[in-house]
């Protein structure tokens, strides 16, 4: 399984970082749709692609408005587009708007919270892979997935498991935890330093220590840490003694194999 980081910034792009976006071909799965999304079209293998937004901040929708020249390079027969209904609502009336963008977006609208009201988390079968979510402490709400594939045989080691946790002051509540936890990756945010703990909290994002806190309790494979900072950009040793399993920072172009 390869996951190809294709934009890997928070807030807004660089000379080096795209803002979040993240593809895994073999599923036609798209993790957010940031600026990153324009490198997508040589690298779709499927006929569907399916994109799950964790929420509706700029920085990771924008993308949807490259769809069109997207699908244009690399024609597929359909597009969904997965998210809390509140957010696809705001996508829909804010984002594709005549004055802002006056084209209608070649995609299909999904929402992932249909049985909320019920107490229940919908799970979403999507490319034979299993997709889950929870919902994360952010202003205006964000949702972390989980994606589990299983393998052909059950029980197999080839089966595989991804949580991606972005724009989240990093989980606490031990059910959340407790669904994190054993995956081969975990991808998650990690915008500011330990020093601005405080910023972090207030802005609804994550420093190392709280990354590695977490990491702790779900232990996962292997950590990856997202949603950089384009101005003050933190820094890992290697190997980093805040981190109990191997931990790096992700760079816009990367593959990650696992």
């Known amino acids: 399984m390869q996951l190809h980081c294709l934009g890997t910034a928070g807030y807004h792009p660089n000379e080096t970082r795209h803002t979040s976006c993240y593809f895994l071909p073999e599923s036609g799965l798209v993790l957010d749709a940031g600026t990153g999304m324009f490198r997508l079209p040589s690298l779709i293998q499927t006929d569907t692609i399916d994109i799950l937004l964790s929420h509706a901040h700029l920085d990771h929708i924008v993308g949807l408005t490259f769809l069109l020249g997207i699908v244009y390079q690399r024609p597929v027969e359909r597009v969904r587009v997965w998210g809390e209904a509140e957010k696809l609502a705001a996508v829909q009336n804010?984002?594709?708007?005549?004055?802002?963008?006056?084209?209608?977006?070649?995609?299909?609208?999904?929402?992932?919270?249909?049985?909320?009201?019920?107490?229940?988390?919908?799970?979403l079968d999507i490319a034979g892979a299993r997709v889950t979510w929870r919902p994360q402490t952010h202003p205006g709400g964000s949702v972390a997935y989980r994606i589990d594939w299983p393998s052909p045989t059950p029980g197999s080691a080839s089966e595989?498991?991804?949580?991606?946790?972005?724009?989240?002051?990093?989980?606490?509540?031990?059910?959340?935890?407790?669904?994190?936890?054993?995956?081969?990756?975990?991808?998650?945010?990690?915008?500011?330093?330990d020093h601005q703990r405080d910023w972090a909290v207030k802005t609804g994002h994550s420093y190392p220590e709280r990354v590695a806190e977490v990491s702790r309790c779900v232990q996962p494979?292997?950590?990856?840490?997202?949603?950089?900072?384009?101005?003050?950009?933190?820094?890992?040793?290697?190997?980093?003694?805040?981190?109990?399993?191997?931990?790096?920072?992700?760079?816009?172009?990367?593959?990650?194999?696992?």
């Open 94 to 123: 804010l984002l594709v708007n005549e004055c802002i963008f006056p084209a209608q977006l070649p995609v299909t609208w999904h929402a992932i919270d249909a049985n909320q009201a019920l107490g229940e988390h919908l799970s």
């Open 160 to 193: 595989r498991s991804l949580v991606y946790a972005t724009d989240t002051t990093g989980a606490t509540d031990p059910e959340i935890l407790r669904w994190m936890h054993g995956a081969d990756v975990l991808l998650h945010e990690c915008n500011f330093h």
């Open 221 to 258: 494979l292997r950590v990856f840490l997202t949603h950089i900072s384009p101005i003050d950009p933190i820094s890992l040793e290697q190997p980093d003694p805040r981190f109990s399993v191997p931990c790096e920072i992700v760079d816009d172009n990367q593959i990650i194999e696992f």
